[in-house]
C-alpha cells in the first residue's frame, strides 16, 4: 500500500480537455497517477475526457488559466492554450493572456507546491525559419506584430518565464517544443491541415491546399508525441529543455493530400488557394536533442497514424 501511495503522484493537465491534453490524461491514468484536468473549454470538449469522469483517480475542473489556481499537486504539465490559428486568432488578446498570465500563475503554483512543470511550447518560437533544420539553438524568425504573433510570441514569453523562474527560484522546468500532432480528437474545424484533410475527404469535398503544396510539414502522430512528454517529465533536474519533440519524416503538403484521398477511397480534387500571412514554407524538427536526453524517437508512421486517426473522423462525422 505504501509502495502504491509513494508511486501514485498528483499531476495536473491544464488544458486537459483538448487534444493533447486528453491523451495525455489517459497515459497518466494508465501509469497509476491521480490527474486533475483543468480546462475552460475554449477548445476543448468533455467528449475527450468522457471516459475518464466515473474513475476515482481522475478529476476535472472548470478552470481559466488566466487566474490563480490553488490546488496540490506534484507534477504540472501545462498545455492550456488553443493551438490552431483559427482558434488562437478569435481572441488574439486572450491568446496572450493563457500563455503569458497562465504562465505565470502556473509558474506561481510550481514554486509553491515544489511542483515539476512542464510546458507545452511549440515549433512556432522559430517563426518563418531561416535555418533548416532548426535545433533548440536557433533563435527563430519570428514577426512580433502579425495576426499570428499572439501565439507567437505568447509562447516565446511563456518560455522565457520559465527560465527565468528556474534561474531566479531553482524551478524544476521541462519546456517541450512541439511540432505539428495530428491523432484522434484534434477538433474537427480547426482549420489544421491534417484533420481539414481528412474530414473534406470523407465528406467528398474539394481538399485546400494553400499554396502550391509544396510547402513541406513534418506530422507526429500523438502516442509519439505522449510518450516524449512522459520520458521529458521523467528526466533528473539538469534537464530542462528547449526539447524539439515531432516527427522529422518530411512530407509537402500535396503529398499528404494525396495520400489522405487514397486512404480514405475519396473521390475529392485538390483546390489551391493564396498562402495565408506569415505561413511558413518548410519546417521539420531537428530531434538529436530528444534521442541524446530521453533516448526517443518517433516510431508510428504517417500510414499507421493516419489509418488510426481517419475512423475517429469517420466516427465523428457520422454522429
Ligand atoms: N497539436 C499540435 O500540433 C501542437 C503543436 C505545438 C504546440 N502545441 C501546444 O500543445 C498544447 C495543446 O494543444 P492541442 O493541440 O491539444 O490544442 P487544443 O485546442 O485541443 O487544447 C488546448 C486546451 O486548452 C484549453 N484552454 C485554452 N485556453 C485556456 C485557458 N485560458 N484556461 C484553461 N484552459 C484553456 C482548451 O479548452 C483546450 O482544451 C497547446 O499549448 C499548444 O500550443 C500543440
Redesign the pocket.
Known amino acids: 500500500m505504501l509502495t502504491e501511495y509513494a508511486l501514485r503522484k498528483r499531476v495536473m493537465v491544464?488544458?486537459?480537455?483538448?487534444?493533447?491534453?486528453s491523451n495525455l490524461c489517459d497515459r497518466l491514468i494508465a501509469d497509476g497517477h491521480d490527474v486533475l484536468c483543468?480546462?475552460?473549454?475554449?477548445?476543448?470538449?468533455k467528449d475527450n475526457i468522457r471516459h475518464l469522469l466515473d474513475n476515482p483517480h481522475f478529476e476535472l475542473m472548470r478552470?481559466?488559466?488566466?487566474f490563480p489556481l490553488y490546488v496540490e499537486v506534484d507534477e504540472i504539465y501545462?498545455?492550456?492554450?488553443?493551438?490552431?490559428p483559427i482558434?488562437y486568432q478569435f481572441d488574439p488578446v486572450?491568446t496572450t493572456?493563457?500563455s503569458v498570465h497562465?504562465a505565470i500563475n502556473m509558474l506561481g503554483l510550481a514554486k509553491r507546491t515544489k511542483a515539476k512543470i512542464f510546458q507545452?511550447?511549440?515549433?512556432?518560437v522559430y517563426g518563418d525559419p531561416a535555418v533548416h533544420p532548426q535545433t533548440e539553438g536557433y533563435w527563430g524568425h519570428v514577426n512580433p506584430i502579425g495576426p499570428r504573433s499572439c501565439?507567437d510570441e505568447g509562447?516565446r514569453c511563456a518560455e522565457t518565464l520559465f527560465f527565468d523562474y528556474h534561474r531566479q527560484h531553482k524551478l524544476r522546468i521541462k519546456v517541450a517544443r512541439?511540432?505539428?500532432?495530428?491523432g484522434p480528437?484534434?477538433?474537427p474545424n480547426?482549420g489544421?491541415v491534417v484533420s481539414n484533410f481528412i474530414v473534406q475527404a470523407l465528406k467528398g469535398e474539394p481538399i485546400t491546399i494553400y499554396g502550391d503544396g509544396s510547402q513541406t510539414r513534418s506530422f507526429c502522430y500523438v502516442d509519439d508525441l505522449i510518450e516524449a512528454f512522459i520520458r521529458l517529465m521523467g528526466t533528473p533536474d539538469d534537464v530542462t529543455g528547449p526539447v524539439n519533440t515531432g516527427n522529422p519524416g518530411e512530407f509537402t503538403i500535396k503529398q499528404l493530400a494525396e495520400k489522405v484521398i487514397q486512404m480514405t477511397g475519396s473521390s475529392s480534387r485538390l483546390i489551391y488557394e493564396p498562402l495565408p500571412t506569415d505561413d511558413p514554407t518548410q519546417r521539420q524538427p531537428d530531434i538529436s536533442l530528444a534521442r541524446e536526453k530521453l533516448g526517443w524517437e518517433p516510431d508510428i508512421t504517417l500510414e499507421t497514424g493516419l489509418a488510426r486517426t481517419i475512423p475517429y473522423f469517420d466516427a465523428l462525422l457520422s454522429k
Open positions: 491544464t488544458g486537459g480537455a483538448g487534444f493533447l491534453g483543468v480546462d475552460n473549454f475554449f477548445t476543448g470538449t478552470h481559466d488559466v488566466t501545462n498545455l492550456a492554450c488553443p493551438a490552431s482558434h486572450q493572456k493563457t497562465g507545452a511550447s511549440t515549433s512556432e501565439y509562447k512541439i511540432f505539428n500532432t495530428y480528437r484534434m477538433h480547426d489544421r
